[in-house]
């Protein structure tokens, strides 16, 4: 399954506020605040107070009460702007532009049918590669330019990096809503009062994923994951995991974030195959997870080899389908992935034929500017439909904030969500002890090209699981 | 028996052994200084950086108690991920207070030789890993190990194309002040030696001419000592006694 390139094409979608670089930010009260300083406090945020001091920039450790410098530019009174980092360029370019995309199919249809209360919803969008050094940049530039809040960022090494930064600015009561990520830092303290989730974590996947595997004989897991932050997340799950069943992770390969399609996955494959596991779950992105799974089907690992939903499950898929040559299926019989938004195939459920309606109705692109590298999308996904999601419960709780747009106002109009139907089965609940909306997680495998709810693990693995 | 003086004398021999001398003496001092610098430099930046290492160590250690205790291991692996990005730091593992392997910063994975090594030491130690390198290691305990125990491997093959870097350096100023040191010798030997050659030739042709000697050479004009000898020989010469020699 792909789409047609439309990687060039002007924006057609609702309005967008695209920036390019970010600039050096001034606080009046305290010097100069650079880029590299708030960088800087981010690490120092991660490292705690007594190494904040010495990591401040240029001898100068930023004050707990340092005021956001710069030109305030207060919203105009038909907007309401959200601020968004997300990954438009490199190898992951994919995941940042299908959640994009759902999400301006469901504000399309909300800007056209009067925005909420009267204003347009706009998104300012800022490239960050899935790097967190400028992720972190871009969102000193968002909370400079006074977005109402943060919305749709992408990855956990970004997000992690930026979490230090609401909270040390806390008092700006900026919060991030529905990141694409499902690792533990914005769920759980220090930071989780700076975040709200829609998604399952990465814990429920991979506990999900784990507890299958047991339970069909496959007790051996490895784990192959990005040498970061969201690696380490699904790590960390597929152990906690495994130790609940009296195992321990039975090998363990990792790969560079940034790794491409071509490149070798041999030394990996290699080691996880010493460990003889019954099942191996990737914990990475489509690219390197693609990589992995040609070269261990090429070097005779046959084992189910699961990824997790950040994976970019229709990214992954045409990846494989084109590299093998005579058989588009040659690299995907032992594929199983989980998902944190049902099938998009599934029209029974209710909120399918409403986003794949307003995804050909729009079909938004990433705006000109910001495509560095062109990206065929696909007409439907699995992230455009968690985009698409996202933006329609994010709509939910702007409508719930009465009177002005307010910051202050946020927490009220999250929490008040209770049991708010989404069109998928679960219903949705916030409270200051839950901030992640949906728990449910699915799993698919590949049949016919494309990716299927798996209903029967028994069946498709452990026959098959004879390797 | 009389004989005749040469018909051209220089003062070679003593010009060679004092270049000789020199080139001994700012040889001594190059070798010995540079073997002192070399030394210093080495062990200092060593140090240097062996200390940094630890330190670090020892910052993500006070920095990842809370952490640990959260069990949030992605917060912990993104604050390691950092530190690499320092220069010359090229690995950092956590093991857990039971000596796993909580977070870590290998790629395609953990070196056997980390998995077999003790995960509780915090003592420098060498290692060298297949196919990255030599390192330096060191460690520093999280609750006095309880909680675990940080360790940083600080890339020895940067370190020491740093230390070469530095020691280059120093040799390379060291050489230039031998060279400039040398010619500046022998140009003040010279200075010394060429009124000496002087008075040497004058007393020569005072010697050939058998006391008819020349009374107007331009070495009698000169008002230092070789001047004063020179009018001493050609006083010797007419026939005049040496002041002060009866």
């Known amino acids: 399954m792909s789409g047609s390139r439309r990687g060039s094409r002007p924006s057609n979608g609702p309005p967008v506020h695209a920036r390019g670089p970010a600039r050096p930010i001034t606080p009046p009260s305290a010097g100069p605040l650079t880029r590299r300083a708030a960088i800087r406090a981010g690490l120092a945020g991660l490292l705690g107070a007594p190494f904040a001091t010495s990591l401040g920039a240029a001898g100068r450790p930023l004050a707990p009460g340092l005021r956001w410098g710069g030109r305030k530019r207060p919203q105009p009174d038909d907007e309401i702007v959200l601020g968004v980092s997300s990954a438009f360029s490199g190898p992951s370019r994919g995941l940042g532009t299908e959640l994009y995309r759902g999400a301006m199919s469901c504000f399309g249809q909300v800007n056209e049918q009067g925005g909420v209360n009267g204003r347009r919803i706009v998104l300012k969008l800022l490239d960050d590669g899935y790097q967190p050094d400028p992720c972190v940049e871009n969102t000193i530039q968002l909370m400079e330019d006074e977005v109402f809040l943060l919305f749709g960022y992408v990855g956990t090494p970004t997000v992690t990096r930026v979490l230090p930064l609401l909270k040390m600015f806390q008092e700006r009561q900026m919060y991030l809503f529905f990141p694409f990520t499902g690792a533990q830092p914005q769920r759980e303290p220090p930071y989780g009062e700076f975040a709200f989730n829609l998604r399952a974590s990465y ?33 960390a799950g597929v152990r906690t995991a495994l130790m609940r069943h009296g195992e321990k992770i039975a090998g363990e390969a990792t790969y560079r974030r940034g790794t491409q399609f071509t490149s070798v996955m041999r030394p990996q494959v290699e080691i996880l195959r010493e460990a003889s596991p019954d099942a191996v779950i990737c914990v990475g992105a489509y690219a390197a997870c693609a990589a992995f799974a040609r070269d261990a089907m090429d070097l005779g690992l046959h084992v189910p080899i699961a990824n997790l939903s950040f994976v970019g499950s229709e990214n992954l898929l045409s990846l494989l389908a084109g590299a093998s040559r005579d058989d588009p299926a040659y690299y995907t ?9 049902p099938s998009y195939e599934d029209t029974s459920i209710p909120v399918v034929p409403e986003y794949r309606e307003l995804m050909a109705r729009y079909d938004p692109q990433v705006p000109e500017h910001l495509v560095v590298e062109s990206y065929d999308p696909f007409p439907n996904s699995f992230v455009s439909l968690e985009g698409y999601l996202d933006a329609k419960l994010m709509t939910a709780v702007l409508r719930r904030i009465e009177g002005t747009p307010e910051r202050g106002k946020l927490n009220d109009a999250v929490f008040s969500v209770r049991n708010y139907d989404l069109g998928i089965g679960e219903r949705v ?12 997680v699915y799993y698919t495998v590949v049949e016919d090209g494309r990716f299927v709810t798996l209903n029967d693990w028994e069946a498709k693995f452990s026959e098959a699981g004879a390797s | 028996m009389s004989t005749n003086p040469p018909s051209e004398i220089r003062i070679k021999r003593l010009f060679r052994r004092t270049r ?116 330096v290691e060191v460690g520093s305990p999280i609750l006095a190990g309880r909680a675990g125990t940080v360790h940083v491997g600080m890339d020895l093959d940067l370190v020491r194309l740093k230390i070469q870097r530095a020691t280059g350096q120093q040799m390379y100023l060291i050489c230039i002040i031998l060279i400039v040191g040398i010619l500046g010798s022998i140009w003040f030997v010279k200075l010394a030696v060429t009124p000496l050659e002087e008075l040497l030739s004058y007393v020569v042709g005072l010697a050939r001419r058998s006391g008819d000697a020349t009374t107007d050479a331009k070495v009698l004009e000169r008002d230092d000592e070789i001047g004063e000898m020179a009018r001493l020989m050609l006083h010797a010469v007419k026939g005049g006694t040496t002041p002060g020699a009866d």
């Open chain 1, 333 to 341: 019989p032992w594929l199983v992935n989980s998902q944190v938004v």
């Open chain 2, 20 to 135: 000789f001398g020199i080139f001994v003496l700012f040889g001594v001092i190059v070798v010995s200084t540079s073997t002192l610098s070399i030394r210093t430099v080495s062990s200092q930046l060593s140090e240097e950086y062996e200390s940094n290492s630890a330190n670090i160590a020892k910052n993500i250690a006070d920095s990842s108690v809370d952490i640990l205790l959260n069990r949030n291991l992605a917060t912990l692996q993104s604050l390691i991920d950092q530190f690499v990005e320092i220069q010359s730091i090229r690995y950092i593992y956590i093991t857990s207070g039971t000596g796993e392997i909580l977070t870590h910063t290998f790629v395609p994975g953990v070196p056997d030789v980390i998995r077999d090594s003790d995960p509780f030491a915090t003592e420098p130690v060498e290692r060298s890993l297949p196919g990255m390198g030599d390192f």
């Open chain 1, 203 to 235: 814990d429920q996947e991979t506990a999900g994923l784990v507890d299958n595997f047991v339970r069909i004989g496959r007790r051996r897991i490895a784990v192959f994951y990005q040498a970061d932050a969201y690696g380490r997340s699904g790590w």
């Open chain 1, 429 to 440: 609940s916030f409270g200051p002890d839950r901030r992640q909306g949906l728990q449910s």
